[in-house]
């Protein structure tokens, strides 16, 4: 099977080879899909295999490794309205081809060697003919009630200007996609400004919450972590970042900006905490 599922307490991680987790919570009545990855396997037949009930799908912001998935479902997608265009740009043919080149070639973060990030079978052309999906708006103070299941939505933005983050009321979780965590990338066009990363921080540490879980990290997050990120993007200082290079950055020149100058090497301390800006931010 190209995904993996994990019951964890009280959802399910759906993660894929490339590195990236959806979520399912499953109520008494309806389900919830929180993003769709790349999509590059069937998820629509994985999320079915867990569950039949009526499906409400999010993607916390446009991405094209949160919303590549949208259009495999019949059903609506849920995205915030201000990543709408972003949407479209990421789940478009030209982006498709790319990341698809680059899936083919994937270097795994940790040891740094090559593989295969596609499924045996993988239909290039079907895959690059697939848009948005159908999308509907939601916005901060939408609550969706799966039954037992309580989810509201919270404006998360900075990384992109239409993040939204999810608040699993009864268990305490948050899904946050990549509106924060250890190594944020604020430097491309859709990013907002430092100060409004730092004022979503700030909210999401203030939230009834006590794990925070990303889009990419499958170790949940907890207010102490989001202290250090908070105090990363304040002191960020984009002259003395360590460049950082990434297929699409060549313009933007973004850097990465660490707490007590720490490098990229000690990215996997548990101590690491940084931003990715461009200098205008
Ligand atoms: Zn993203
Ligand atoms: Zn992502």
């Known amino acids: 099977m190209y995904y993996q599922v994990e019951k964890m307490n009280g959802y399910y991680r759906i993660g894929s080879p490339e590195s990236v987790y959806c979520y399912l919570i499953v109520g008494t009545e309806k389900a919830m899909l929180i993003d769709t990855g790349y999509c590059y396997g069937n998820l629509r037949e994985t999320v079915r295999q867990v569950t039949e009930k009526p499906l409400i799908i999010i993607n916390t912001h446009g991405h094209c490794d949160h919303a590549g998935g949208n259009a495999q479902f019949n059903e609506y997608c849920y995205i915030h309205e201000k990543d709408v265009e972003l949407c479209k740009e990421h789940t478009g043919r030209k982006m498709r081809m790319d990341n698809v080149k680059r899936a083919r070639h994937s270097i795994h973060y940790e040891t740094g060697e090559e593989y295969n990030a596609l499924p045996e079978g993988f239909d290039m052309e079907k895959y690059c003919q697939m848009d948005t999906g159908k999308l509907l708006s939601t916005k901060e103070g939408d609550v ?12 998360t933005p900075g990384h992109t200007k239409g993040s939204i983050s999810l608040l699993y009321q009864e268990k305490n979780i948050m899904f946050v996609g990549d509106a924060t965590g ?9 990013a907002t400004d430092l100060k409004e990363y730092i004022r979503t921080v700030k909210k999401m540490y203030g939230l009834n919450a006590e794990e925070y879980i990303g889009g990419h990290n499958p170790v949940p997050m907890h207010k102490d972590d989001l ?11 984009y002259s003395k970042g360590e460049p950082f290079e990434c297929f699409f950055s060549n313009e933007c020149k973004p850097r990465v900006c660490a707490l007590d100058g720490m490098t990229m090497a000690d990215m996997f301390r548990p101590e690491y905490a940084a931003v990715v800006i461009s200098e205008e931010k």
């Not at 969706?144 to 404006?155: P, R, T, W």
């Not at 202290?227 to 200082?237: G, L, S, V």
Request: aromatic share 22%; no cysteine; net charge negative.
């Open 144 to 155: 969706f009630e799966l039954g037992g299941a309580s989810i509201s939505v919270y404006e």
């Open 182 to 190: 250890t190594f944020v990338w604020l430097f491309s066009y859709e």
């Open 227 to 237: 202290k250090r990120y908070i105090q990363a993007a304040q002191e960020a200082d």
